[in-house]
């Protein structure tokens, strides 16, 4: 071979290499590009694409700072001199900016070369759009809430923490605003989550109304939203309390619905309800919690007295669960006693707590407690079975038969398995239904009167006896009490106590018992105490009593013997 072949066939070598790395490049999923005096000397098809640009319009006629903003070309030109002179690069990043004007995150990482004998640099340009938007996506659901898109607890953590270093350091205030919804798990128990869900978008989208700039409004979870604030007095703390109560007053126009909600709304302040969060936020809802008790759809500002009866409050809700796993709860019995023949008819189960440090405790202490927590379905259930039992129990000696009543709370009612319960308790006993007999207030029959008839319904077919409670006190129509399969009204105790003098209640109670004549439905006074009481009930033609005059509530085996005994039967009636 001649040295003309070798040197040829050399060339031939040094074509094919540079022709498969050009291909290579051209290739290649990353930006790369040569860069020299300032201007691209050769950019890839990957860049060119990034960009928007064509070949043409770019290489010998634009550079490196014709692609980002004027703020970022004094750091790009000194790692451009670097790199011609020699100094090794360092990955780093810039906001680069599209033929369209559009910017995007990029990483660029050079390094010193030389082209066309001459000094220059080669480098690559990373996309960082992706892993921006990926970083950003983790950022947001650690720092925000995915229904709402508001900050969460740690991202309330963290602004509140800043706002009282600042209130520190200049000496001003900082305030918590608690608002938590009142009753807000109806809504998820009757419409569905879906639509609760919907609600809270809404309402957070109406509570970021009020909020100012530097204030944060954020959900801490469930219907509970925080709303921190610096710098404002306690006169402006109120008025953004009533602010929030009215954003929640207009109904909502959900799924077909148009929803109603109210808050209850507690309030701290720095420095004197505490310095930092965790104190801040308890004592905040702390006085929610008062604001629930003073009737709810209001706002209350914390104050030191509070924490004792929260302390009690939740001393009670944990020793409320452990009653019911030890089998601390019983049943005591009360007569309903029919006022023509003086016969004990039946008896109404009502629940007592036997606490083993504080003794008999009477429910009027714990249900609210009971249906704050859900509590209140578990304990009725129990309750439910337990009467059912001990009424089955009674037959099973020779008494009977006999009517047994039960207390349904509004949330046990409307639980979505409650007919389903009253069928288990009654097959777990042998129980004949019609021996069992519902007790529901008017407001919890009335509440949702429609979707209530069904499961009224469900349960009169079964054979169960239902009575309305309170009669009186609520807000009954009588288009509806017509088609309820209620057997029985109880007059209110409220309409009892003072029978005989008032006549208010005399006409009242009057009214009811010919109603129930009228309607064809037993009617039942509650809270007969004296033989004056007794006597005017007679006079009406009421159908049954049941009160301290015959009996107060009192265990199963002293029912019993109540119930053997009969003792009502020759009560004389006065003149």
């Not at 640099?121 to 898109?149: C, H, M, N, Y």
């Not at 020779?398 to 409307?414: D, E, H, K």
């Not at 319960?421 to 069992?436: N, R, T």
Request: net charge negative; charged share 25%; hydrophobic share 45%.
């Amino acid at each position: 071979m001649t040295a003309g072949d070798a040197e040829s066939k050399q060339q031939a070598q040094l074509a094919e290499n540079e022709s498969q790395f050009r291909n290579i490049m051209e290739s290649a999923q990353v930006g790369i590009f040569v860069i020299q005096d300032g201007l691209f000397r050769y950019a890839n098809a990957f860049l060119l694409d990034l960009f928007g640009y064509v070949r043409e319009e770019v290489i010998d006629r634009l550079g490196p700072l014709d692609l980002i903003d004027a703020e970022q070309h004094a750091f790009v030109r000194e790692q451009m001199r670097a790199r011609q002179s020699g100094v090794p690069g360092r990955r780093y990043e810039i906001d680069a900016r599209r033929k369209d004007g559009s910017m995007f995150p990029a990483s660029i990482l050079g390094s010193p070369s030389t082209y066309a004998g001459r000094p220059a640099s080669v480098g690559t340009l990373l996309d960082l759009s992706v892993q921006k938007a990926a970083e950003q996506r983790i950022r947001e659901l650690a720092d925000f809430d995915p229904l709402t898109g508001l900050p969460n607890r740690r991202l309330l953590r963290d602004r509140v923490d800043q706002l009282l270093a600042v209130g520190e350091r200049d000496g001003t205030p900082v305030t918590l605003v608690f608002l938590d919804l009142d009753h807000f798990k109806r809504i998820n128990d009757s419409l569905g989550h879906s639509v609760g869900d919907e609600v809270l978008i809404a309402l957070a989208n109406r509570l970021s109304t009020v909020v100012r700039r530097g204030d944060t409004l954020s959900r801490l979870g469930g219907d509970e939203f925080v709303l921190a604030m610096p710098g404002i007095s306690t006169a402006i703390a109120i008025e953004v309390a009533r602010r929030l109560i009215e954003e929640c007053s207009a109904p909502f126009h959900v799924g077909g619905h148009d929803l109603t909600v109210t808050p209850s709304i507690g309030i701290t302040l720095y420095p004197q309800d505490g310095k930092d969060f965790d104190s801040l936020l308890k004592h905040a809802d702390v006085a929610m919690y008062k604001a629930k008790e003073l009737g709810r759809n209001t706002f209350q500002f914390y104050a030191a007295d509070m924490n004792k009866a929260t302390l009690d409050r939740l001393l009670m809700e944990s020793n409320l669960r452990r009653a019911l796993d030890n089998g601390e709860f019983l049943l005591h019995y009360q007569p309903l006693v029919c006022l023509r023949s003086g016969r004990v008819l039946g008896v109404e189960a009502l629940i007592r707590w036997a606490h083993p440090e504080l003794g008999l405790i009477m429910p009027d202490r714990f249900i609210p407690v009971a249906e704050d927590t859900g509590l209140i379905n578990p304990i009725g259930d129990w309750v439910l079975a337990e009467a059912c039992r001990q009424a089955q129990a009674w037959q099973e000696v020779g008494v009977g038969p006999l009517v047994v009543a039960v207390n349904v709370s509004p949330m046990q009612f409307r639980q979505a398995g409650f007919v389903a319960a009253v069928a288990g308790a009654l097959a777990a006993s042998g129980l004949d239904a019609s021996l069992i007999e519902l007790e529901l207030t008017e407001r919890t029959v009335m509440h949702d009167a429609e979707v209530n008839l069904g499961t009224l319904s469900a349960l009169h077919r079964m054979g169960v006896e239902l009575s309305l409670d309170d009669f009186g006190t609520g807000y009954s129509s009588l288009a509806y009490l017509k088609r309820f399969p209620v057997g029985k009204l109880k007059i209110d105790r409220s309409f009892v106590r003072d029978l005989e003098t008032d006549a208010d209640d005399q006409a009242i109670a009057s009214t009811i018992v010919s109603m129930g004549r009228s309607l064809r439905l037993k009617v039942l006074a509650e809270g007969v105490e004296n033989a004056a009481q007794l006597q005017q009930l007679r006079n009406m033609a009421c159908d049954m009593a049941q009160g301290y005059l015959f009996s107060r509530p009192v265990p199963a085996d002293e029912m019993l013997a109540l119930l053997q005994t009969q003792p009502f039967l020759k009560m004389p009636e006065t003149e």
